[in-house]
């Protein structure tokens, strides 16, 4: 549809108003046809990583670096709003962790008798090895414990965080670590 089809009929025919529409219409249809790259948030499965790139840094996303594909990048920025929402909760640190494919279990003092305001995270290597190809290493173990840190709430404290990884021989394997030190715990 052009610009003069949406004219009222009394201005169609006049010749000042037909100049003004031919030497406009061209930067208007170019206008309309960029439209379309304005429309991010309904096209982030279309657009390049580094539009993505730039989409993590304008919505302040957290755990940016650990997205191991371009599926958890935008994963991650389609949820971004709602994580932001819930920053601060039990449900914010585990879907994160969902969203990059890492999976794990949050429990909070009061369902484990610890102190006010504490809680303990473990990860379960099992499932997350199966669902991604993450590893687990101490430079992981570190961006995690930020991650941890950014959606937590501001009062809580992280009083444990544990890998924890079983074989289906019978034989299983558990390390973890302390927000003030390292333990590591195996058992044959």
């Keep these: 549809m052009s610009i003069k089809e949406l004219l009222p009929v009394s201005l ?3 010749e000042k108003i037909k100049a003004l529409i031919e030497s406009i219409e061209t930067y208007l249809e170019k206008a309309l046809t960029d439209v379309r790259y304005t429309l991010i948030l309904s096209r982030i499965d279309q657009l390049p990583e580094p539009v993505l790139d730039l989409l993590a840094w304008q919505f302040h996303i957290e755990g940016w670096e650990l997205a191991s594909s371009i599926e958890e990048k935008r994963a991650l920025i389609k949820s971004a709003i709602e994580l932001h929402r819930y920053k601060g909760t039990k449900w914010a640190i ?3 962790l969902r969203l ?3 999976y794990g279990e949050v429990k909070e003092w009061f369902e484990y008798g610890g102190e006010p305001h504490h809680f303990k995270l473990t990860i379960s290597v099992n499932r997350t090895l199966q669902n991604s190809n993450v ?3 101490r430079e992981l173990e570190e961006k995690l414990l930020e991650l941890v840190s ?3 709430n501001v009062r ?3 009083e444990e965080f544990r890998v924890q990884a079983g074989i289906d021989t019978g034989f299983a ?3 973890g670590i302390k927000a ?3 333990i590591r715990a195996g058992a044959v």
Aim: overall charge negative; cysteine-free; hydrophobic content about 50%.
């Design 12 to 14: 169609r025919e006049d």
């Design 94 to 96: 585990l879907e994160v």
């Design 100 to 102: 990059l494919k890492l």
């Design 135 to 137: 590893v687990l290493t």
């Design 150 to 152: 950014e959606y937590k």
């Design 156 to 158: 809580s404290w992280l």
């Design 173 to 175: 394997v558990a390390g």
């Design 180 to 182: 003030v030190g390292v």
